[in-house]
């Protein structure tokens, strides 16, 4: 689930919701880094 505030989408129609919010995902998977990893052992 992405989230797509209501001032990033003039207008706010579903569609163009719906492709924001996936290059919004397409985005972090593009540039993903890991911020913190633990492992418990």
């Known amino acids: ?3 797509v505030a209501a001032d ?3 207008g706010g129609e579903d ?3 719906g492709l924001h ?3 919004k995902r397409d ?3 593009r540039e993903l ?3 913190h ?3 418990a052992r």
């Open 33 to 35: 880094s890991v911020l």
């Open 15 to 17: 569609l163009v919701v």
């Open 1 to 3: 689930m992405t989230y």
């Open 8 to 10: 990033e989408v003039p």
């Open 21 to 23: 919010g996936r290059g």
């Open 37 to 39: 990893v633990e492992h």
């Open 27 to 29: 985005r972090d998977a």
